[in-house]
């Protein structure tokens, strides 16, 4: 099992920044590809950012310029740098991940969501 602790939530003004945190944990084999995920009230949960294990990123368009998703292998660990916030950047912020286990199965994980409210 693989734990995901998000960090790094809050509220920010408009254009302000913020940086988001996810440690992956428990026992683990290796961590392919990890990402971010937001929900906003009344909306479906969307896809921010994801990178893979070798570093390749995408992004949703609506971020692209502004996001920044990078990783660290040795830790398990994926950030978020988020900048020239919105309004509308306004949800609960999932990290997600990928495990590959030892078996050769792929399992996915979730962490519990971190807010991110951008307001003056």
């Known amino acids: 099992q693989v734990q995901l602790v998000e960090s790094g939530g809050g509220l920010v003004q408009p254009g302000g920044s913020l940086r988001l945190s996810c440690a992956a944990s428990g026992r683990i084999f290796i961590i392919n590809a990890m990402g971010w995920f937001r929900q906003a009230p009344g909306r479906e949960r969307e896809l921010v950012a994801a990178?893979?294990?070798?570093?390749?990123?995408n992004y949703a368009d609506s971020v692209k310029g502004r996001f920044t998703i990078s990783r660290d292998n040795a830790k398990n660990t994926v950030y978020l740098q988020m900048n020239s916030l919105k309004p509308e950047d306004t949800a609960v912020y999932y990290c997600n991940c990928n495990e590959l286990t030892a078996s050769g199965s792929s399992s996915r994980y979730w962490g519990q969501g971190t807010q991110v409210t951008v307001s003056s």
């Open positions: 990178i893979t294990r070798g570093y390749s990123t």
